[in-house]
């Protein structure tokens, strides 16, 4: 079956890790040990193989191994079909992390091209009650799972609007100074916004051809100031300027994509996602993963990698049972992190087996 | 360091600042120099002391040269109508080896940053401004870089400049390059400004 999957992968003084080698083939990977082993940090280093700051968010200095403090380094070996990749990933002495594929440096959209990585964390629990950012941040990886160039598009447009954002604190008032800040924000919001839509309509497609045991979850983008311009840069750009006055007054920018939001939906219960159990809410968020592989998989001919950490603990064993079974017949090599074995007996032998634990301040992995 | 003299150990320290030195590559440039002092550290220092004094910036353009206007502004056979606008003059001294642009220039001196609070005033664009209407320009060349900045500050300029014509540097494959190597956003570019042969 074709895959993309992780081969092998070291650890080199990464968090909790002094020296690790996992050698590994496509099928899934269940990881369990007591708490603060590492296991985390073993989802954590194969979501640096994906654009971004890894599933914690944290900076490259925050990764290194205490007490030490040497700088850390992640590398892989990825295969997509036919093809293998290496992938290193290092930082040294707090600096920047740096990126090179198959020994040449690489940049993230490269990387984004190669490896398709989605998670989801115990964070990310209360993303249908927080503030709308994780949504937003939960939507962009989406986004950028399905267009890997979508992260770029972000970071320009971020930065143009911390330009126009640092002339309205300023309260400077030259119109052609902001008319082309807003053509560069226009011109990429149109292309943030088309491609969260699209990324939205591949999900409700690929739930709505699934059978699956997890509840179905509709999503609508929605922005407070509930505005229309996906078609036209232009029309962006005029908002934006229409906006000024009102936003000099407020010192920052109040309309367009940064602040676009995700509405769910239980949709058997037509109940919202915020409004639902504690259980629900995690059982629409693994919907919408398992969705987002589809889609991928729809798209691509390969599924993407899943880490899935501490999701079985939320699980009774019918729905656990279910989840194995869905990621099995996605054929995704999904990384799942629990405290003890019983929690993925339902797998057997359709995963590998990884024993995390701590031995003098170092954490060892071992293949069960 | 570890060198018996500490004049020298200050010349290598500020020779190890130029851009491309390190501390290795200005030891050894040094000790070069002291190698070929009459042929190469005397005139050096000479050189350094009397440009040191006379160097200045173009009153025009902001190219930098040793008088009030630099030989481009002077040349009257540069003043064909056209303004190529640059971000350093570094981007000034790399249109000139190209031998293909015989109009005048205009640096700006870096580009728009809200965020560095460098504004059109912190750059020469009034003056670019005053030029474009006292010079009887006909075209404005924005030979700005590729980057957000670049792109705001050209966008900021073309939407001053009313009737006369604004052009920018194409975008696309570089000669002698393969299109194996090149980036999605260059390629785009590329076939958007394609020509017919």
């Given at each position: 079956m074709p895959n993309l999957a992780v081969e092998s992968l070291n650890l080199s003084h990464f968090r909790s890790h002094h020296v690790v080698q996992i050698e590994c083939d496509p099928r899934p990977v269940a990881i369990y040990g007591a708490n603060g082993a590492g296991k985390t940090n073993i989802l954590e280093a194969i979501s640096l193989l994906s654009p971004g700051r890894g599933v914690r968010r944290s900076s490259a200095e925050e990764m290194t191994r205490r007490p030490e403090a040497l700088g850390w380094k992640v590398s892989a070996v990825l295969r997509t079909q036919d093809r293998l990749h290496e992938i290193e990933t290092w930082s040294q002495n707090g600096t920047a992390r740096q990126l090179r594929i198959d020994g040449k440096a690489a940049t993230q959209v490269m990387l984004g091209r190669i490896a398709r990585v989605l998670w989801l964390i115990?964070?990310?629990?209360?993303l249908w009650i927080e503030g709308a950012e994780g949504r937003r941040r939960f939507l962009d990886r989406t986004t950028l799972s399905f267009d890997p160039n979508h992260g770029e598009q972000v970071l320009i447009y971020e930065k143009a609007m911390r330009e126009r954002n640092r002339l309205l604190k300023n309260q400077v008032t030259d119109a052609h100074w902001y008319r082309a800040i807003e053509g560069q924000i226009a011109a990429t919001g149109v292309k943030i916004r088309k491609a969260r839509e699209e990324a939205l309509e591949y999900i409700h497609a690929a739930q709505d051809q699934a059978e699956t045991a997890f509840p179905t979850a509709h999503l609508t983008l929605t922005n407070p100031e509930n505005i229309e311009f996906s078609a036209n840069s232009d029309d962006l750009a005029e908002l934006l300027a229409d906006y000024r006055s009102r936003d000099l007054a407020a010192g920052r920018t109040l309309a367009g994509p940064h602040r676009d939001d995700v509405f769910g939906v239980f949709a058997a219960k037509d109940v919202p996602a915020k409004d639902s159990s504690t259980g629900e809410q995690k059982a629409l968020l693994i919907s919408l993963i398992l969705a987002n592989g589809r889609a991928l998989k729809e798209q691509t001919g390969l599924p993407p990698i899943l880490l899935l950490d501490e999701?079985?603990?939320?699980?009774?064993a019918a729905r656990r049972a279910a989840l194995y079974d869905e990621i099995c017949a996605l054929g995704a090599q999904a990384w799942m992190s629990g405290t003890g074995p019983e929690l993925f007996e339902e797998l057997g032998d359709r995963a590998q087996h990884l024993l995390v634990t701590e031995v003098e301040g170092k954490s060892k992995v071992d293949l069960q | 360091m570890s060198n018996s003299s500490k004049d020298l150990d200050h010349l290598i320290e500020l020779m190890a600042k130029l851009p491309g030195l390190g501390p290795r590559s200005a030891r050894r440039a040094v000790l070069h120099m002291v190698k070929k002092r009459a042929l190469l550290m005397t005139p050096l220092a000479d050189v350094l002391a009397e440009v040191a004094v006379t160097v200045r910036e173009c009153l025009n353009c902001g190219n930098i040269g040793t008088a009030d206007t630099c030989d481009i502004c002077q040349?009257?056979?540069?003043?064909?109508?056209e303004i190529c606008v640059i971000e350093e003059v570094s981007d000034l001294w790399a249109m000139e080896r190209s031998h293909m642009f015989k109009g005048r220039y205009h640096v700006l001196g870096g580009t728009l940053s809200a965020l560095d609070a460098i504004g059109p005033d912190e750059l020469r664009i009034p003056r670019l401004l005053r030029r474009v209407r006292d010079e009887n320009v006909t075209e404005v060349i924005l030979a700005l870089n590729a980057t957000i900045d670049g792109q705001t500050t050209a966008h900021y300029i073309a939407d001053q400049l009313g009737d006369v014509r604004v052009s920018t540097l194409a975008q696309g494959v570089p000669i002698g390059g393969e299109l194996d190597y090149l980036d999605d956003g260059t390629i785009t570019a590329a076939l958007r400004a394609r020509k017919t042969l």
């Open positions: 115990p964070a990310m629990d209360r999701v079985a603990a939320h699980l009774d | 040349n009257p056979k540069r003043e064909n109508g």
